[in-house]
C-alpha cells in the first residue's frame, strides 16, 4: 500500500508569517504533487515535481513556493501567508509509467488555518 | 484547456437504491477520466480509471462508470447503494499531454440514508 505523510495536519497561521507544509512518501515515486481544497470546489493543483531538485507550476501557483530535495520529500512554502490561502493541503504522489497510467496516492491532508 | 464538471453537489438516496453520480468534462482529445472518494475525515482513495477500450470500467467497492464520447461524460454507478458509501466523490481528467496532471470536478456529497 503506498504510503504518503504529512506534516503537520493542521496548522494555525498568522497574515504575513511563513509557513511550510511537508510531505514524505515512502513509494519510490517519481511524481509529487501539491492541491489544495476550498469549500465548493475540487482539489486545484498548486505544484508538482517529477524528479529531486526539479518543481513545476500547477494551474495556481501564485503565493506558493515548492521545494523537492529529495525522491522522498516534497514542500509547500507561503512566503507571506494570506487570508485567502486557508484551505485544506493534500500532497500526492505516483509514478510514471505513462500518460493516464498511474493511480495518485493522496496524504492525510493539512487543515491550514490564517487569521 | 481542460475542465470537468460535477453538476449535483448533493445527492441522497435510500439504501438498496441505486445511485448514478454525473461527470461531464471538456478537452480537445480523448481524456484519461478517474474518480476518487472522500470519507469523512479521510484522504482520496482511488476508484477506478479509463483509458481506452471498454466504455465501462469497474473499480473497487462495486463502482462501475461508463465513459460516453457523444455526450462527454462519465458517470459513476453502483447499485445497491450502501450506507457505507456516503462520502464525497471526485471526477478527475488527465489530459494525454502526459505529466499525470490531474483536473478535478468540484465533488459530489453523497449521503446514503440507512
Known amino acids: 500500500e503506498a504510503a504518503v505523510t504529512q506534516s503537520p495536519r493542521s496548522k494555525v497561521a498568522v497574515t504575513g508569517g511563513k509557513v511550510t507544509l511537508s510531505c514524505h512518501q515512502t513509494?519510490?515515486?517519481?511524481?509529487m504533487y501539491w492541491y489544495r481544497q476550498d469549500t465548493g470546489h475540487g482539489l486545484r493543483l498548486i505544484h508538482y515535481?517529477?524528479?529531486?531538485?526539479?518543481?513545476e507550476k500547477g494551474d495556481i501557483p501564485d503565493g506558493y513556493k515548492a521545494s523537492r530535495p529529495s525522491q522522498e520529500n516534497f514542500s509547500l512554502i507561503l512566503e507571506l501567508a494570506s487570508l485567502s490561502q486557508t484551505a485544506v493541503y493534500f500532497c500526492?504522489?505516483?509514478?510514471?509509467?505513462?500518460?493516464?497510467?498511474?493511480?495518485?496516492?493522496f496524504g492525510p491532508g493539512t487543515r491550514l488555518l490564517v487569521l | 484547456a481542460q475542465s470537468v464538471d460535477q453538476p449535483d453537489a448533493h445527492v441522497t438516496l435510500s439504501e438498496g437504491a441505486s445511485l448514478e453520480l454525473r461527470c461531464s468534462y471538456s478537452?480537445?482529445?480523448?481524456?484519461?477520466l478517474f474518480w476518487y472518494v472522500q470519507y469523512p475525515g479521510q484522504s482520496l482513495q482511488f476508484l477506478l480509471k479509463?483509458?481506452?477500450?471498454?466504455?465501462v470500467v469497474k473499480g473497487t467497492k462495486g463502482f462501475e462508470a461508463e465513459f460516453r464520447k457523444s455526450n462527454s461524460s462519465f458517470n459513476l454507478k453502483k447499485s445497491p447503494a450502501h450506507w457505507s458509501d456516503s462520502a464525497k466523490y471526485f471526477c478527475?481528467?488527465?489530459?494525454?499531454?502526459?505529466?499525470?496532471?490531474?483536473?478535478f470536478g468540484q465533488g459530489t456529497v453523497l449521503s446514503v440514508i440507512p
Open positions: 513509494n519510490n515515486h517519481d511524481y
Open positions: 500526492a504522489s505516483s509514478d510514471w509509467g505513462g500518460a493516464g497510467q498511474d493511480t495518485q496516492y
Open positions: 478537452y480537445s482529445a480523448a481524456p484519461y
Open positions: 479509463y483509458i481506452t477500450g471498454d466504455t
Open positions: 478527475a481528467l488527465e489530459g494525454t499531454g502526459g505529466n499525470n496532471k490531474l483536473t
Open positions: 515535481s517529477y524528479v529531486a531538485d526539479s518543481t
